[in-house]
């Protein structure tokens, strides 16, 4: 049992400059802490929905205020006081007093900043790791860490759309640790920003989450740099540094056609095209390689190329359960990206987790284009046993943050990262 003293919150600012909300939960036990929650730019059209102000002149309308009003106001006079037995009781105290689906009423930004929040608490309460309170929720013995995906060249709503598809990602296949992972990574990430300067005369340009932002003359163009970097640093593709691709076509889809590289594909001639791209480069994992409504393709897609890829849902899946089900017996996929803020909180983002667990699928966890320095995803992706997790690149500190967490539970607890698989 644990009984709320304080819950306060104020607007702070993201990676990209714009606010989000920062929460503070106090126990009646002396245990404090804080969270700041992230914002995603290529977001689904069913994630749950944050609450910005709407007025133009302060952030464009972009402010977190009304928010962090709903967090000291309605929200405080709620829950503080109040005694819970367990996460799953806060976070249902939490959606019944929002009572919307899609938290359109206090803000989804405010709802998890507060669900976070307690969680972390409790676990100072319990003076223990944030990892080994969250794996308690999830009831899976974790003693291993994910395996990291690490964008390398972006393009899309992450950079400048000089390429349609959002992020060629490295896997360090090989490695069998954190650190072995991020030294790969990071002979890759400097041969790609040679490799960028000697072939477009361009500085070290970086897209939302830090991959390299080159003016690609296609999508099939950005992949191949990919390759030709990580042989440049003296790796074998698909061996030892394999390759992920987030295609995010819901962001090139319309009319019931796709827009890659100036041709208008059908659903068909996309399936078609990210086959080869499949047969032809050191891929292991692709993540919405079609658009989030259309549903009638996707078992077509997957069908085509799961025996060689990951097929991932994001804009697809949004963490919520009842797509995720949709997909399962669809067949639609086989792997989810996992959001917390997608769905909104905790509680229900463990049940998006074990929806797609109990269909044998993989699952990772993911960051937003629009980060902090918090590091609790990196515990998260530990705790709840995630087979990778998808931070962003190497470079600026939202993102080290979580990698530099890496390292520490890894020095701590000596787990090894994930075997890889592809399914």
Request: hydrophobic share 40%.
């Amino acid at each position: 049992m644990s009984t709320i003293e304080t819950l306060t919150a104020r607007e702070i600012l993201d990676s990209r400059g714009r606010p989000t909300v920062y929460a503070t939960c106090g126990l009646s036990s002396g245990a404090i802490a804080s969270v700041s929650v992230p914002s995603g730019a290529s977001t689904g059209q069913a994630e749950s929905c944050e609450l910005r102000d709407g007025d133009p002149k302060r952030y464009r309308g972009l402010g977190c205020l009304h928010a962090v009003s709903n967090v000291n106001g309605e929200i405080a006079a709620a829950m503080v006081g109040g005694t819970f037995e367990n996460q799953a009781a806060f976070d249902q105290t939490l959606l019944r007093l929002d009572g919307t689906p899609d938290k359109a009423r206090l803000g989804s930004n405010a709802v998890l900043a507060v669900s976070l929040a307690f969680a972390r608490a409790r676990a100072r309460e319990g003076n223990v790791p944030l990892h080994i309170y969250l794996a308690t929720l999830s009831d899976q013995e974790h003693k291993a860490l994910p395996r990291l995906t690490i964008n390398l060249l972006s393009g899309g709503k992450h950079a400048g759309r000089q390429v349609a598809i959002q992020d060629v990602l490295m896997v360090p296949v090989s490695s069998t640790s954190i650190d072995e992972s991020l030294v790969m990574a990071y002979d890759v990430y400097q041969s790609a920003a040679a490799l960028v300067e000697r072939r477009y005369g361009m500085r070290l340009l970086t897209a939302d989450e830090g991959g390299l932002a080159p003016p690609c003359e296609s999508a099939e163009a950005m992949i191949q740099t990919a390759v030709e970097a990580i042989e440049s640093a003296g790796y074998r593709p698909g061996a030892e540094v394999a390759l992920a691709i987030d295609v995010a076509a819901s962001h090139f889809y319309s009319g019931g056609r796709y827009d890659l590289d100036g041709q208008a594909l059908s659903s068909e001639e996309m399936i078609v095209r990210v086959h080869d791209w499949v047969g032809r480069f050191p891929l292991v994992s692709v993540e919405d390689a079609l658009a989030e409504d259309d549903w009638e393709h996707w078992p077509k897609l997957r069908g085509a190329i799961e025996r060689k890829v990951r097929v991932v849902g994001d804009d697809l899946l949004c963490t919520n359960p009842a797509r995720i089900r949709r997909a399962i017996d669809t067949k639609s996929c086989n792997t989810l990206l996992l959001k917390v803020n997608q769905i909104g909180t905790l509680s229900e983002a463990l049940t998006a987790l074990r929806v797609a667990r109990d269909a044998g699928w993989q699952v990772t966890a993911s960051a937003r284009s629009g980060e902090t320095e918090d590091n609790w995803l990196a515990d998260l992706a530990v705790g709840w046993s995630a087979d990778q997790i998808k931070v962003g690149s190497i470079t600026q500190s939202e993102r080290l943050a979580k990698y530099n967490r890496l390292l520490a539970i890894e020095q701590e607890t000596g787990w090894p990262v994930q075997p890889f698989r592809v399914v």
